[in-house]
């Protein structure tokens, strides 16, 4: 069963490409282009709804300076007049933005790339609070410079995921993103200083390593030790926005707006969004005799933390902070991620998992499951 919903999910997402559906091709879905001096949403850019306010500007002296990543993704042109590889500076939401609408570019126009004209700005030549110095805002071109397809540029921009596209100059468009903090970027995670218990004691996620035992719940709701064969995100160094979620009993877990907590339910558990989660929910806690405890939230809140990071076990759960928890986040149903992530299973199966540090970022495969999901899976079933 878990074989068929992964075939059924990639199979789709190889099928279909952009556009939506679930198990079949959708039909095509026209594209009106964007007309000069237009954006979308029809709203100002620092609106909340749109990017966002801008935040300051970064230098390269600053300590945000670090949560830039660079883009060397060889579909794209980069302009890079200064020489000095500002333009493929960007943050991450910006980078998975582009590298989409880069696939895009080249669907519509075989043969065509797309091209970026300015990125990050170190040198101050936009205006006091561009985002472009935030390294949320870029402007694009077709490789070719046809200005005949910049309407449609902008419009496949926005349907890329660009949180604010303008038309803006005859020349170029400009397309910016939100913040990581305001979205809960990533693939969803638990901050470096939750606490996990191994077989070894108690530990915080920050010093946790691949290939240790923490304690989770089986399909049955037993607790568990199960192996971390993996992390689905990891980055010491991102701030991020989290909901912490409190119980009756004190048990406080504090996860990223798109991960999924297990909830009591009448037949074991039911999965829910950590900004779903409201009062009077009822967390599954740690207890005594290896069974799980039911308490019921009094109040949630907002928080912003330092360090990111997801842990994947074999049963697909951990229990942090003394709470139960999905180890998936985006995608609605704990079980079809289960089923989706299989392959890392059998992989650390066969060959065993490579115990030590995981690399940075968001694990490729993860990346590539979320790429395809947003395009397969119905938007009732992500988080947005």
Not at 176 to 189: Q, Y
Not at 242 to 257: L, S
Not at 319 to 336: F, G, K, W
Request: proline residues 5%; neutral net charge.
């Amino acid at each position: 069963m878990r074989l068929a919903l992964v075939l059924l999910w990639l199979g789709a997402a190889a099928a279909c490409g952009p556009g939506r559906g679930f198990t079949h091709r959708p039909g095509p879905r026209r594209l009106y282009p964007l007309v000069f001096g237009q954006h979308v949403p029809n709203i100002i850019e620092d609106n909340g709804r749109a990017s966002g306010p801008p935040e300051g500007r970064i230098t390269r002296d600053d300590e945000k300076f670090k949560d830039l990543v660079p883009n060397y993704n060889p579909d794209i042109d980069f302009k890079d007049d200064e020489g000095t590889g500002a333009d493929r500076l960007m943050t991450q939401r910006c980078k998975e933005k582009l590298n989409t609408l880069a696939i895009s570019v080249m669907m519509q126009w075989p043969g065509v790339r797309l091209r970026v004209i300015e990125g990050w700005d170190e040198e101050g030549s936009h205006l006091e609070h561009s985002l472009h110095y935030e390294g949320r805002a870029v402007d694009v071109t077709t490789s070719d410079r046809d200005r005949r397809k910049y309407g449609m540029l902008a419009r496949l921009a926005y349907e890329a995921g660009f949180d604010w596209v303008y038309y803006e100059s005859r020349s170029y468009i400009h397309c910016s993103v939100k913040t990581e903090s305001s979205v809960g970027m990533g693939a969803g995670c638990f901050p470096g200083e939750a606490r996990v218990l191994t077989t070894e004691g108690e530990r915080d996620l920050a010093s946790l390593r691949i290939g240790e035992k923490v304690l989770a719940a089986d399909d049955t709701g037993k607790m568990v030790y199960s192996e971390v064969i993996a992390f689905i995100d990891r980055d010491p160094n991102a701030t991020r926005r989290f909901i912490e979620v409190t119980a009756e009993n004190g048990v406080a877990v504090t996860a990223t707006p798109s991960h999924l907590l297990l909830l009591a339910a009448a037949d074991g558990w039911r999965e829910a969004f950590a900004a779903a989660v409201r009062p009077g929910d009822v967390l599954l806690t740690r207890g005594e005799g290896g069974v799980m405890r039911p308490a019921r939230v009094t109040h949630t809140r907002p928080v912003f933390k330092r360090g990111v990071y997801a842990p994947l076990t074999k049963t697909g759960t951990v229990i942090v902070n003394d709470a139960l928890a999905s180890c998936y986040a985006v995608v609605r149903s704990h079980a079809l991620a289960h089923a989706a992530m299989a392959p890392l299973r059998w992989r650390a199966g066969w060959r065993g998992a490579a115990a030590g540090d995981a690399p940075r970022g968001v694990h490729w495969y993860a990346s590539a499951l979320y790429y395809f999901g947003d395009f397969v899976l119905p938007s009732s079933y992500t988080y947005r």
